[in-house]
């Protein structure tokens, strides 16, 4: 039976569009890719697809070539394959492969997506069959058929497929011991010919090599190179590769070997393809001893069928490894039954035990397939979100268990039981870098949306009642964080409200505390205020901000105005104008591209120098913001004073779109007073399409908010202008 749908795209945010249609439909297994390689090893051992939705360029070529890999990991063709353009050039479907049933433009994919898989052609899936049957496979149609194979390595379907492909004339897997890595029998041994007199394994010095860990390649003078080994000159073998078969943590579970009378062909195809092999045999000798290991130590739990603590200490760890690799981000759960034992003790355990399992199973109705889902302990539950665009995913996430878990359970006699969840939730790599972390971080916030009255889902953050208890810890340590290296900067970028391009950026400020992780601005900042080290901090903020600005102006052409936030201590020294002039000319960016941000907050009367340290700013060529505009008393008197270039509306305002109609009022009027004054606006805690559609109906200039993005560290807001450069460079093809 078919059931799945792939989508596939190489930008997050165009795989997130994707999946966020059909999971709004009701469809509950959605699996995302980045590219071809990476779906064929998604797909490893699940069912066939119904549907593959893959995004592709305006380049003909490459798109038929993702095309024809894809067409491999769907049945050889009877997959239905729905292409995306993500150009507004029209791509005539004549130019798509007759395989590919139907096409439309990333703009109609919230529209029309769902319309048109629906309405294929019936002929549709013939043509595919079709065309796929004549089709000769490459490389890649082999390896997604290798990781097609049965998922039981006692089974030789992928050693045969190898064997027969790559025209070998010998292939083996020889596993070790799991307790004393002693050499075990060949698991399978494939010869071309008739059967020899077998050296013992103790005998092959190639073997020994690989179990020790180490790879062998020979291409074509194996014989040569190893005279000793009784394997090679016994089948005279002259290329020869052994690869050791390794789980997770890198320990090595055994061998596997591939070898050659007439020597290999071109190693470029024929090495990747046995190191995928060899990564499926590693997979399966790892699952048959996880399920040995699950006999003896149980690491499923009996009541619901998920994975015990042990086994998703195990999962958390490996998932934080590859999301270190692939700069992902994602976010681990943890859910508590509210008032669990009263309902123990009211209804009976049996009662107990049917809402574990009701809540296991609309816990899993919530998430997608990707992610995990696991009975941590008692009424203890974790769940690990992966491959998250935007923060807001997770809240909306949250959202649906919550309302799913809501929903009045009927016991057996009849009776309705209303259960509720409190949910607290952490994030990778904001929060914590390692798995301990972040599930404390993450039980830390569960009990902090207990405290809040249940029921409800906590981000973590250092409670504003923790700094109280510990403030005076806190400022000892903030006074050697900046030494220490425990600040950091972290990048938004501010876009056009009609392009939706990036104009700007904020600089924000972060504490990673080495025992206490993340701690939030609004704990530290108001405690470096108090201590009067928000000068120097400020200091280094803004050469800090300055310098990367101009290294990003530099490497990719882009001036990019730079937002940096200023405290009323800061903005109260008389020689502050010659700080900002100082940084400016010490990192060499242009006055024009620095823009101030001094908040509401701040009073003019109660703040000397701040109007005259402004208006030298100003002169020296910089930008000034009103930052937080409307929460304050003073913001007429702010615009009438003040040299400002430009309002952001503070996000309490922005984020009340659509619900509180005086909000809506407030953001309308903020607006046109601005432009009025030939001020420009930027709103800030744009998080909807809602929020988009209503800014953009009112005229706001620009718009900041995780709609487009997070707050980014340096790296990632690279790779966000490397992205946006590659994108500008082929539409400047494309038009050309």
Same mark, same amino acid.
């Given at each position: ?31 995302? #890719? ?43 063709? !009877? ?235 195990? +999962? ?233 600005? +101009? ?13 940096? !936030? ?16 100082? #940084? ?71 984020? !009340? ?11 309308? #009027? ?67």
């Amino acid at each position: 039976m078919s059931e799945g749908i792939l989508v596939l795209a190489e930008r997050r945010d165009l795989r997130r569009r994707l999946f966020d249609v059909f999971d709004q439909a009701g469809y509950r297994h959605i699996h995302s #890719a980045r590219d071809a390689q990476h779906a064929a090893i998604l797909m490893e051992g699940r069912p066939p697809l119904e549907l593959m939705v893959a995004m592709l360029g305006s380049d003909a070529a490459q798109a038929r070539q993702c095309c024809e890999q894809l067409r491999t990991l769907g049945a050889g063709g !009877n997959v239905p394959l729905l292409a995306i353009l993500d150009e507004e050039v029209p791509l005539q479907s004549a130019q798509l492969p007759d395989y590919v049933v139907g096409w439309l433009h990333a703009a109609q994919i919230e529209t029309e997506l769902l319309a048109r898989w629906k309405h294929l052609p019936p002929a549709a899936q013939a043509a595919v069959s079709a065309q796929a049957s004549g089709a000769a496979e490459s490389a890649l149609a082999l390896l997604a058929r290798i990781f097609a194979t049965s998922g039981d390595v006692t089974r030789d379907a992928t050693a045969r497929l190898l064997f027969d492909e790559l025209a070998l004339d010998y292939f083996a897997v020889w596993p070790v011991h799991n307790d004393s890595h002693e050499l075990q029998a060949p698991l399978l041994q494939l010869w071309n010919g008739e059967e020899p007199a077998w050296p013992q394994g103790d005998s092959q010095v190639l073997l020994r090599h690989v179990l020790g860990g180490e790879p062998v390649l020979y291409r074509s003078d194996a014989r040569q190179r190893v005279p000793d080994d009784p394997l090679l000159s016994t089948l005279e073998l002259s290329g020869f590769v052994g690869l050791p078969l390794l789980d997770e943590r890198r320990v090595v579970l055994g061998a596997m070997l591939a070898g050659t009378r007439a020597g290999f062909g071109d190693m470029a195809i024929v090495e990747p393809l046995l190191r995928c092999a060899a990564t499926r045999f590693a997979q399966g000798l790892e699952l048959g001893l996880t399920r040995e290991q699950g006999r003896a130590e149980g690491l499923l739990d009996a009541l619901t069928g998920l994975p015990n603590r042990l086994l998703f200490g195990d +999962r958390l760890e490996s998932i934080l490894r590859e999301a270190v690799r692939n700069g992902e981000c994602f976010a681990v759960l943890f859910v508590d039954i509210d008032h669990f034992k009263a309902i123990n003790d009211t209804h009976g355990h049996a009662v107990g035990d049917h809402v574990l399992q009701e809540v296991t199973r609309r816990l899993r109705g919530s998430v997608r397939a990707s992610d995990t889902v696991a009975r941590y302990a008692g009424d203890e539950f974790t769940v690990v979100l992966r491959h998250i665009v935007k923060n807001e995913d997770v809240h909306r996430i949250a959202e649906k268990i919550l309302q799913v878990i809501g929903e009045p359970l009927q016991l057996d006699n009849g009776t309705y039981l209303q259960v509720g969840v409190s949910i607290g939730v952490s994030f990778f790599p904001d929060d914590a870098a390692d798995a301990e972390t972040l599930l404390k971080h993450a039980d830390e916030a569960m009990y902090a949306a207990k405290r809040q009255g249940r029921n409800t889902c906590r981000i973590y953050e250092v409670s504003p009642e923790y700094a109280r208890q510990h403030g005076m810890a806190l400022r000892s340590r903030l006074r050697h964080a900046l030494g220490n290296g425990e600040l950091r900067l972290v990048y938004q970028p501010q876009v056009g409200t009609d392009s939706e391009d990036i104009v700007g950026m904020e600089a924000l400020l972060r504490w990673e505390h080495p025992e206490l992780g993340p701690i939030s601005p609004a704990v530290f900042v108001p405690l470096a205020e108090e201590t009067g080290l928000i000068v120097p901090i400020g200091e280094w903020v803004l050469r800090t901000a300055c310098r990367q600005a +101009r290294e990003w102006e530099q490497r990719y052409g882009l001036r990019l105005r730079l937002g940096v !936030n200023l405290s009323a201590l800061q903005l109260m020294e008389a020689k502050f104008p010659a700080t900002v002039a100082r #940084a400016l000319q010490e990192t060499g960016l242009d006055p024009a591209l620095l823009e101030l941000e001094v908040t509401e907050s701040i009073s003019i009367k109660a703040a000397p120098n701040l109007v005259e340290n402004l208006q030298a700013l100003h002169r020296l060529g910089c930008g000034i913001a009103i930052d937080d505009f409307g929460t304050g008393a003073a913001s007429l008197d702010y615009l009438r004073k003040l040299p400002a270039n430009r309002i952001k509306v503070d996000q309490s305002f922005v984020r !009340n779109i659509g619900v509180d109609p005086d909000d809506e009022a407030i953001v309308r #009027a903020t607006i046109e007073m601005a432009h009025r004054l030939n001020r420009t606006v930027v709103a800030e805690g744009v998080e909807t399409e809602q929020h988009l559609a209503f800014l953009r109906a009112h005229d706001c200039n620009e718009l900041q908010g995780y709609l487009f993005c997070r707050p980014l560290p340096v790296a990632s807001f690279e790779r966000l202008l490397a992205e946006r450069q590659q994108l500008l460079g082929l539409s400047a093809a494309v038009t050309a």
